[in-house]
């Protein structure tokens, strides 16, 4: 297996209320961390151009569930980049508890395409971020 740099990494609590009636964190959840972990990526690269105007949306998502995370505890969620293309950018994720770093708890990913919002329709992504992408894909591909 390829050594693989994540392109950013979140960390967050896991929340009593993150878990279900079974006693562990619900399966729609891990979406959630992977999203914040998302959200924060793009502000930490000050994406301009994310605006009422354009901005990224998903057009697909997945996760595969690996082990059962429990409160109480701390998730570290890793992102890496995968293609760019005229207007995406293909992510993954792994999530792990802080306190057992070698343990993968989930896999995912998720495809994120640059919008006009007026028009509905994808855009190109804009150079700024493309050109940020492609600067730190040397370590980060997936």
Not at 22 to 29: D, K, R, S
Not at 42 to 47: D, G, S, T, V
Not at 49 to 65: K, R, T
Request: hydrophobic share 40%.
């Amino acid at each position: 297996m390829l050594e693989k740099t994540p392109a950013f990494t979140a960390s967050m609590p896991i929340r009593w209320g993150d878990m279900d009636a079974f006693g562990h964190v619900n399966n729609t959840v891990y979406f959630r961390y992977m999203e914040q972990a998302r959200v924060e990526w793009l502000a930490q690269l000050r994406a301009p151009q994310i605006s009422d105007l354009e901005g990224p949306v998903l057009v697909n998502a997945s996760c595969n569930f690996l082990q059962q995370l429990r409160y109480p505890g701390t998730v570290e969620v890793a992102i890496y980049v995968g293609a760019l293309g005229r207007s995406s950018i293909e992510t993954a994720y792994e999530i792990r508890r802080s306190d057992q770093p070698t343990a993968v708890y989930a896999e995912g990913a998720a495809k994120v395409v640059w919008i006009n919002f007026a028009e509905k329709k994808s855009t190109p992504l804009p150079d700024r971020i493309r050109q940020l992408l492609l600067d730190g894909q040397e370590g980060a591909a997936l």
